[in-house]
């Protein structure tokens, strides 16, 4: 079990503004590309979420009584810019973002914001989203807003989980557009993700050094390790195909500042067995390069690894978005399958917990990335089907501490070896909805029960408080 936390460790928990604000209708915001999808869709609504757009102040205080020196918010694109690339912004959003940091200095609770998580405006999407470069230039004017009007943000990063983007919206299917294997989107929207990226970085390290705006920027991705089934040659070459086109795109994009040619022809084949092209623009390689060292931290979300083997089939996939253990299946033509390794246990939603794999992604991002910049654990934990709060307003998560318990202890493990890793935030603060599951796939430290947004104390945001106690010791 972990023991200690290492003095100055930044112990935070997450959010995101879609999936925690609520308020999708209020003071003149825009749609993003999830509102009337959701609608459509008819399984749950984003309103009221966790209602933190009302309700921040009382969980930013539950963090600061429990411990936690950090926490992760996004801002609403549409909440500022409701079409996304308005020529104004809109005051009551910004002045409400004013407000959420100067509670976060308040309660000491340092905020680290995502300009983008998820939530892009409707009217961009309607246009194609991260495939449509217009989305790029809104993206940056956007970014330069916040960055000179939020001053008191010190801990930026620029957009979320790139991977998990593109990944759902055009391979697996699960996000709007809803596209089940269209290759050529799928790798374009991660370049065309990695240039907005490396353009908002440059922007921000370029401002600083006329405005002094004094802070740090990074990105936040999720990596999912894959191992090779057995030992065969053909599930190794399906793992590394696989690591290239979720992880190793990414990263070679954002810390090499080009794509190495090891990963540039693992991608090639799986393009060509999918007839899938990618287009790179003259100008966006110089963009990447010069971003690459200028990064001041990396966001790492981890959850699960992959086990892969070799496939020769058409593409398919159903994606357990009910918590129905079993029901999941993913065989991606020109990369491999998924397969279950008996032994490694799964969550109701199929993920494998798996926490020596969060060890063996970082020692190997820091092994080949020689500019990869200090890591902070941005994502990481637990989705279960909690029961209800006791007699005592508690609610019994064990699971969950277990769960933490052994990523930290890798963590742990990782940074004693020399991976330089300065925070963990556990993903989630409260209860939130999940983009593709609902309500009923819990993550928080605190209990919602969200027909009366009264908030519980899980066992877990107990645990969390002992831990940081135990750093204020060390
Ligand atoms: C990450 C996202 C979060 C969050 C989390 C849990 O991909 O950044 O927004 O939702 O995963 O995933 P899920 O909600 O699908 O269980």
Not at 156 to 172: A, D, G, P, R, V
Not at 242 to 260: C, K, P
Not at 292 to 308: E, H, K, T, V
Request: with cysteine; proline share 4%.
């Amino acid at each position: 079990r972990v023991q200690q936390l290492p003095k100055g460790f930044v112990w935070g928990a997450a959010t995101a503004a879609y999936q925690t604000e609520g308020s999708t209708k209020v003071a003149g915001k825009g749609k993003t590309m999830w509102d009337d999808y959701l609608v459509a869709q008819g399984r749950f609504l984003p309103d009221p979420a966790s209602d933190f757009y009302n309700r921040y102040e009382e969980d930013i205080r539950l963090s600061a009584e429990h411990g936690l020196n950090a926490i992760r918010v996004s801002i609403a694109w549409t909440r500022i810019f409701p079409n996304g690339d308005d020529a104004e912004p809109l005051a009551e959003g910004v002045k409400h973002y004013h407000e959420l940091f100067a509670c976060c200095k308040k309660y000491g609770v340092e905020p680290y914001v995502s300009l983008h998580h998820f939530d892009s405006p409707a009217a961009l999407f309607n246009q194609g989203d991260w495939l449509n470069r217009k989305t790029v230039d809104a993206y940056v004017r956007y970014a330069e807003f916040c960055f000179r009007e939020f001053r008191e943000v010190k801990n930026w990063f620029t957009i979320n989980e790139l991977i998990s983007l593109s990944h759902s919206q055009y391979i697996q299917g699960n996000f709007p557009p809803n596209h089940h294997f269209d290759v050529t989107s799928g790798i374009q929207s991660q370049h065309n993700e990695l240039v907005a990226h490396a353009r908002a970085v440059n922007l921000y390290k370029d401002l600083d050094e006329t405005e002094h705006l004094g802070g740090r920027i990074g990105m936040v991705n999720v990596l999912t390790p894959a191992y090779p089934a057995t030992d065969s040659p053909a599930d190794q070459h399906a793992a590394d195909l696989y690591n290239a086109f979720y992880t190793d795109f990414i990263m070679d994009g954002a810390f090499l500042g080009h794509y190495s040619a090891r990963t540039l022809s693992l991608i090639n084949e799986i393009l060509r067995a999918n007839n899938a092209t990618l287009t790179v623009e003259d100008s966006d390689m110089e963009e990447l390069a010069k971003a690459a060292p200028r990064n001041d931290m990396f966001g790492l979300n981890y959850y699960q690894s992959a086990f892969i083997a070799a496939y020769d089939g058409e593409s398919t996939n159903s994606f357990n978005g009910t918590g129905d253990k079993g029901t999941s299946c993913f065989k991606f033509k020109g990369v491999g399958q998924q397969v279950d390794m008996p032994g490694i246990p799964t969550t109701d939603w199929d993920w494998l917990i798996y926490p020596q794999g969060l060890y063996d992604t970082l020692k190997h991002i820091s092994a080949t990335y020689p500019n990869l910049p200090v890591i902070y654990i941005t994502e990481n934990g637990l989705g279960h089907k909690d029961p209800e709060p006791d007699a005592n307003g508690i609610v019994a998560d064990p699971e969950r501490i277990d769960f933490v318990d052994q990523h930290m202890e890798k963590v742990l493990q990782a940074r004693a070896e020399g991976v330089d890793v300065q925070g963990y935030f556990i993903w989630s603060l409260q209860d939130q909805f999940s983009w593709a599951n609902g309500y009923n796939k819990r993550y928080g430290l605190f209990y919602i029960d969200f027909d009366t947004q009264k908030r519980y104390i899980k066992q877990s945001a107990l645990w969390y408080k002992e831990l940081a106690d135990t750093m204020a010791d060390a």
